[in-house]
């Protein structure tokens, strides 16, 4: 609530200071980039065919979801760290909290921490940045509020333990040796510090899940982790373990959108390879 | 109340940053930036949060004498020293809190990324292991990617350079690129599910 409240402020604040300059600016009537309409289309179609599929899914259309290894294993670990009597590390990644994959990281934090309040296993969350501290807080609280377990919560599962990327490593690094978590969870927007991380983790000897959107890192996860989610995977996650229907449709959508754009490359590989159209077809996806 | 105001805040900002990309008209992009700056400025703001966090956490465990407690200390002393010493004498050169950011955190923190290429031979002997076509695959470009980079591999065949740059420019690069499309595919709708209020776990 704190955080709601600090975010109505930072809106009206911003109405009052940019009022004057909004309300000048309706006279001019060139407000649109016209140069990023190609953007605009592409936004619209990926919407509707989005939107589409959340709809059939509320529908009761029943959709299919391939399989993901990495994120069925994430009960699994779950499970093994309970057995053991041993805690479960989440990392959401090491960037601030407007980097989409850290609120991806978070809402996948939301689905462990429901399965970790379910068994009564011990679950630490170590962070870099404060906001995302108050953000992974909630998001522990909400899953235990939401199981019933209320009452097992402690603020002290999500910490904040060094602002400084190295400093963080070195901060996780004690973690797993003092407390040898079974599990270890990363998920997020990982940097240099992904196969420091991931490799004293196998050196502990947990199991290792991992997911990021950063292509350069996924090398070093799947050399030391036990299961890696690639790129989309990780943004897919949060609807795959929930199960609801909208967060499926949504991932339908996304599906159909790949294969409009292989399409699509394809048909500028033949038009350019055949030069048709005098570049018309590669100048529609121009960057601008 | 306490889920709708949320959801709404995070539908009109979503919107508003969706059309300062398109728009331009200054008064959008003022508004735009200025929601940006605001993010920053309660960022920095919510600095004293982790401080909380990371005190509180820690001086419980020194105040128990638990495993480690000692570490603790320290780690609790350089936190308050090195805060009295920026709010004392500030943070410029030549100053306590420099003194201590040059030659104990910045020393330390080169150490840790160091310990990185004793990680990656490790983790290299491990994926590297010939067990199945795939791995040897794997093994055999790596071998030609890091022959190609040094002067050795030059030494040892005129063309090993240009065979490591085109797997890099191309096989490589392809399946980057599928990775990226997917990706970002994947970022616009979290992103879409955020802004329609869909995915609402982050919240709690």
């Known amino acids: ?288 | 109340m306490k889920v709708q105001l949320p959801v709404v805040i995070a539908f009109l900002t979503g919107f508003i940053m969706v059309s300062a990309f398109f728009s331009t008209n200054p008064g959008i992009a003022n508004f735009s930036q200025n929601l940006l700056t605001w993010v920053t400025i309660v960022g920095g703001i919510s600095l004293l949060l982790g401080i909380v966090s990371i005190l509180k956490v820690n001086i419980k465990i020194i105040s128990k004498r638990s495993k480690d407690w000692g570490f603790k200390l320290i780690l609790v002393m350089f936190v308050i020293g090195m805060s009295i010493s920026g709010v004392v004498w500030g943070m410029g050169e030549n100053t306590p809190f420099d003194w201590l950011f040059q030659n104990i955190q910045s020393p330390m923190m080169s150490t840790m990324f160091s310990i990185l290429a004793f990680f990656i031979a490790s983790a290299a002997y491990r994926a590297f292991r010939a067990r199945t076509m795939e791995a040897t695959i794997l093994l055999v470009t790596a071998v030609i990617i890091m022959l190609g980079r040094i002067p050795l591999g030059q030494y040892l065949w005129n063309d090993l350079p240009n065979i490591a740059d085109w797997i890099m420019a191309y096989p490589n690069l392809a399946v980057q690129r599928g990775i990226i499309i997917g990706a970002a595919l994947g970022a616009a709708s979290i992103s879409l599910r955020i802004i329609l209020g869909i995915e609402r776990t982050y919240m709690g």
């Open chain 1, 1 to 288: 609530m704190k955080e709601i409240k600090i975010l109505i402020l930072v809106l009206i604040i911003n109405i009052f200071h940019s009022g004057e300059a909004l309300a000048n600016s309706f006279d001019n009537l060139s407000w649109f980039r016209l140069d990023r309409f190609n953007a605009l289309i592409l936004l619209v179609v990926f919407s509707t065919v989005v939107l589409f599929y959340i709809r059939s899914a509320k529908k009761g259309k029943k959709l299919f979801i391939r399989k993901i290894a990495g994120l069925d294993a994430v009960e699994e670990g779950v499970g093994r760290a309970t057995e053991m009597g041993r805690s479960v590390l989440f990392i959401p990644g090491i960037d601030e909290l407007e980097e989409i994959q850290t609120i991806a990281g978070l809402s996948i934090l939301g689905r462990v921490a429901k399965v970790t309040a379910q068994y009564n296993t011990p679950l630490l969350v170590p962070v870099r940045y404060p906001l995302v501290l108050a953000a992974a807080q909630e998001a522990i609280k909400g899953a235990y509020l939401g199981t019933g377990k209320g009452e097992n919560y402690d603020s002290e599962m999500a910490r904040y333990v060094a602002g400084e990327q190295f400093a963080f490593v070195a901060a996780v690094h004690g973690v797993m040796h003092r407390d040898k978590p079974a599990t270890n969870v990363y998920m997020g927007a990982f940097y240099a510090e992904s196969l420091l991380l991931a490799e004293e983790g196998h050196e502990s000897g947990a199991i290792q899940i991992a997911g990021t959107a950063n292509p350069e890192q996924l090398p070093f996860f799947i050399a030391a982790c036990d299961y890696t989610l690639m790129g989309e995977e990780l943004y897919a996650a949060s609807s795959y373990l929930s199960r609801e229907p909208r967060m499926l449709g949504s991932l339908k959508g996304q599906d159909w959108m790949k294969i409009f754009l292989v399409v699509c490359i394809l048909l500028g590989v033949l038009f350019d390879t055949l030069q048709i159209g005098n570049g018309f077809f590669y100048n529609l996806f121009l960057e601008q």
